[in-house]
């Protein structure tokens, strides 16, 4: 990265996301409050997929799938189960197994090469 400024502020500011995400659940006392932060965390990343935002949207849910999110049992008792469907789908989209093949599979299926979308990882 050394002598490419954009993609080291694109890091910066992923990670500076992904800290905050993870901040904001973590801020709230109860595990009924970090599952509606996280539920409303996940809506946002359904409108950022629709915009086409694939880096923030892969942001926002590395941080609810990170190790200090997830071992939060109670907190994800308390999600609605479509919420849950929401973040498998999605963590499954992100996943790095295979080489990224279900994200690489989205990005190539896009047929509207016009339209603006973010893909870096």
């Not at 993870?22 to 539920?39: G, P, Y």
Request: glycine share 2%; with cysteine.
């Amino acid at each position: 990265m050394d002598g490419i400024p954009h993609l080291e502020r694109s890091v910066i500011v992923f990670n500076g996301l992904t800290q905050w995400i993870q901040l904001m659940v973590l801020s709230k006392s109860s595990a009924k409050e970090r599952a509606t932060i996280i539920t409303k965390f996940l809506q946002t990343t359904q409108h950022l997929m629709k915009m086409r935002s694939f880096n923030t949207a892969m942001a926002v849910v590395g941080s609810i799938t990170h190790s200090c999110i997830v071992r939060l049992h109670k907190t994800f008792s308390h999600l609605p189960p479509a919420t849950r469907k929401t973040l498998e789908e999605l963590s499954e989209l992100v996943s790095a197994k295979n080489n990224y093949q279900n994200y690489r599979k989205l990005i190539n299926s896009l047929t509207e090469v016009s339209s603006f979308y973010h893909p870096i990882m």
